[in-house]
């Protein structure tokens, strides 16, 4: 069983930053093996794919993001981490990590940033941007 924790989200004013992290629990798992992504949703609007990495260490953004977000991983202790810069009150949102391991994600065919290609999500936390 996959387990993803997410923590981190808080209040921050605009212009700051924050950054959540997703630590990875799990019988053999390793994220070294894993395509990884953040969401967020705020209530009333659908989820949007924010940033995604692969396993290989390629990563994506959402054009909203760039710039200011910056998805990164640390293998050796199975977590994942979204550091926000530059924080705008349209970023306010729960925050999610999925995963899912790269050799059954790269058949799906899907875009990093869709969330139908991961099986494995966290609880969400929250990230509130006040102007």
């Known amino acids: 069983q996959v387990q993803l924790v997410e923590s981190g989200g808080g209040s921050v004013q605009a212009g700051g930053s924050l950054t959540v992290s997703c630590a990875v629990f799990g019988y053999t798992v390793s994220i070294n093996y894993m395509s990884m992504g953040w969401f967020r949703q705020d209530p009333g609007k659908e989820r949007e794919g924010v940033a995604a990495i692969l396993s290989d260490g390629t990563t994506y953004y959402v054009g909203s993001v760039k710039g200011r977000f910056t998805i990164s991983k640390d293998n050796a202790k199975n977590t994942l981490y979204l550091q926000m810069n530059s924080l705008k009150p349209e970023d306010t949102a729960m925050y999610y990590c999925?995963?899912?391991?790269?050799?059954?994600?790269?058949?799906?065919?899907?875009?990093?940033?869709?969330?139908?290609?991961?099986?494995?999500w966290g609880q969400g936390t929250q990230v509130t941007v006040s102007s």
């Open positions: 999925a995963a899912d391991f790269s050799s059954r994600w790269s058949l799906l065919g899907r875009s990093a940033l869709d969330g139908s290609g991961y099986r494995y």
